[in-house]
């Protein structure tokens, strides 16, 4: 990663092509349990929006100087909290959701202080990782582990 202006491109090309394919989703195939996982689209991204609030409250709890609780839980059990916790919800208010997580994070790459963001050391807890990693992580690189499901699942429903 050379940078900010790096990162805030590789986050919103990311974003350009996950909202591509959104749109060719119409709003009712959104609800149908279509990706593995057993998971719909709003699914998705209800577990798109919960990791990037999660990047973002972790970068509020270190730059104030706080060490985040450690949770005893498997990734497998946050996933399916998270699945069970949005199911009610409508599919307008977790793409709101999730489109306001997005910008948060888009906001962290574009304001916090580059030490913040790229020096390895800066923050112990991330165990000499630069809080990047959490960025990336949690946007463009995360999403394209779910794109190619979103795209093999277009592709055989033409």
Not at 52 to 67: I, P, Q
Not at 129 to 151: A, L, M, R
Request: no cysteine; net charge negative; proline share 3%.
């Amino acid at each position: 990663m050379n940078g900010r202006a790096e990162l805030i491109e590789k986050i919103s090309s990311g974003r350009e092509e996950l909202d591509d394919l959104l749109h060719q989703i119409r709003g009712d195939q959104r609800l149908l349990t279509v990706l593995p996982g057993i998971w719909s689209i709003k699914d998705l991204l209800a577990h798109f929006s919960w990791r990037a609030n999660r990047a973002a409250n972790l970068y509020g709890v270190l730059s104030r100087g706080d060490t985040p609780l450690d949770e005893d839980i498997t990734l497998d059990q946050l996933n399916a909290r998270v699945y069970a916790e949005n199911q009610n919800r409508p599919l307008d208010d977790v793409r709101r959701e999730e489109h306001a997580a997005y910008q948060a994070l888009l906001s962290l790459a574009a304001e916090a202080p580059e030490g913040d963001l790229f020096e390895q050391n800066r923050f112990a807890w991330t165990q000499d990782n630069p809080f990047v990693s959490w960025s990336i992580n949690n946007t463009y690189s995360h999403d394209e582990e779910h794109i190619g499901d979103v795209q093999g699942w277009l592709k055989a429903d033409r």
